[in-house]
T-cell receptor
């Protein structure tokens, strides 16, 4: 029984560099979410996919951020031209969406530090 | 607007004490779901419970119990006979099926629980 996995677990980069994170959801989960969590705060919603379609983006997701979920399986989150304010934990979650609101199961997160 | 407030930033107890974590929510939707997650130092959010707005029955699972009261918009979490392994940050979250936003969670700021031996 595999849960949500994320790679890498930690990333240190210099300001201005691009970074990409990967999330593998629980098998057969059709919804995939990205959240960002800064120190001392709760996670904040960034975007979500239903299968391969990106259905909603938060205003937190500036044009430097892009997310994909090709073929409705794994997802990638890319941050271009990183800034120090991007330092945070990036969490991925998945759920099996039916007609209501289902439980989201989270991965271990990718901790990003921008120097 | 949707909002979750966890007024207790940090709580410290001694092992075997009971502790209650408070959660107050705001929403205009009549259909919504409430969740509690645990975040140990490793960072992974662990799902604990999910309740929908039409089910106000309290729930008990081992040492954990939840009290959902729509009249006060609260969904409080009690740990009975706390243990050191309960030390973590606990998040309350709200999800409502409104407009095009289906299912994204709105989290409180969390309550850090420290259980000392």
């Amino acid at each position: 029984d595999t849960g949500v996995s994320q790679d890498p677990r930690h990333k240190i980069t210099k300001r201005g560099q691009n970074v990409t994170f990967r999330c593998d959801p629980i098998s057969e989960h059709n919804r995939l979410y990205w959240y960002r969590q800064t120190l001392g705060q709760g996670p904040e919603f960034l975007t979500y996919f239903q299968n391969e379609a990106q259905l909603e983006k938060s205003r937190l997701l500036s044009d430097r951020f892009s997310a994909e979920r090709p073929k409705g399986s794994f997802s990638t989150l890319e941050i271009q031209r990183t800034e120090q304010g991007d330092s945070a934990m990036y969490l991925c979650a998945s759920s099996l969406q039916g007609t209501g609101i289902e439980t989201q199961y989270f991965g271990p997160g990718t901790r990003l530090l921008v120097l | 607007a949707q909002k979750v407030t966890q007024a207790q930033t940090e709580i410290s107890v001694v092992e075997k004490e009971d502790v209650t974590l408070d959660c107050v929510y705001e929403t205009r939707d009549t259909t919504y779901y409430l969740f509690w997650y645990k975040q140990p130092p490793s960072g992974e959010l662990v799902f604990l419970i999910r309740r929908n707005s039409f089910d106000e029955q309290n729930e008990i699972s081992g040492r954990y119990s939840w009290n959902f009261q729509k009249s006060t918009s609260s969904f409080n979490f009690t740990i009975t006979a706390s243990q050191v392994v309960d030390s973590a940050v606990y998040f309350c979250a709200l999800s409502a099926d409104y407009g095009g936003s289906q299912g994204n969670l709105i989290f409180g700021k969390g309550t850090k629980l420290s259980v000392k031996p």
